[in-house]
Nanobody, 124 residues
Framework: QVQLVESGGRLVQAGDSLRLSCAAS????????MAWFRQAPAREREFVAA????????SYADSVKGRFTISRDNAKNTVYLQMNSLKPEDTAAYYC?????????????????WGQGTQVTVSA
C-alpha cells in the first residue's frame, strides 16, 4: 500500500503559477504510476495529468496541456504538478492518485490509492 499527502494548494490570481506536491509513503514509490485529478463543486472528478513509474511518459487533459507539467522525484517519493497561467476554471480540489501498474490512464477508478486533496482557488 501507499499513502499520499498533497500540499501546495491556495488562493491565487488568474495568470499566476502554483506547484502542488504529493508525498508518498513507503519504499516502493517507483512501482506506482501516478496521476492528478481535480473536482470542482457539483462536478465529476476530472483527469488532469499522469506520469509513468520512471517519469519517462506523461499524459495531460486537453484543458491543461501546455500550461501544466507533471513530474516526479522517485528519490524523494514525491510527484509534482506545476501549474502555470492559471484560470478561474482551474478552481477545484486537486487529488493525487497512484496505481501499481506499468501503464496509466485518465480513468479515476483505475487508481487504487488517493490522497485527501488540496484546494486550489483561482480568482479572476
Amino acid at each position: 500500500q501507499v499513502q499520499l499527502v498533497e500540499s501546495g494548494g491556495r488562493l491565487v490570481q488568474a495568470g499566476d503559477s502554483l506547484r502542488l506536491s504529493c508525498a508518498a509513503s513507503g519504499r516502493t514509490f517507483n512501482t506506482y504510476a501516478m496521476a492528478w485529478f481535480r473536482q470542482a463543486p457539483a462536478r465529476e472528478r476530472e483527469f488532469v495529468a499522469a506520469i509513468s513509474r520512471s517519469g519517462g511518459s506523461t499524459s495531460y487533459a486537453d484543458s491543461v496541456k501546455g500550461r501544466f507539467t507533471i513530474s516526479r522525484d522517485n528519490a524523494k517519493n514525491t510527484v509534482y504538478l506545476q501549474m502555470n497561467s492559471l484560470k478561474p476554471e482551474d478552481t477545484a480540489a486537486y487529488y493525487c492518485a497512484a496505481t501499481p501498474t506499468a501503464s496509466f490512464s485518465g480513468i479515476y477508478y483505475s487508481y487504487a490509492y488517493w490522497g485527501q486533496g488540496t484546494q486550489v482557488t483561482v480568482s479572476a
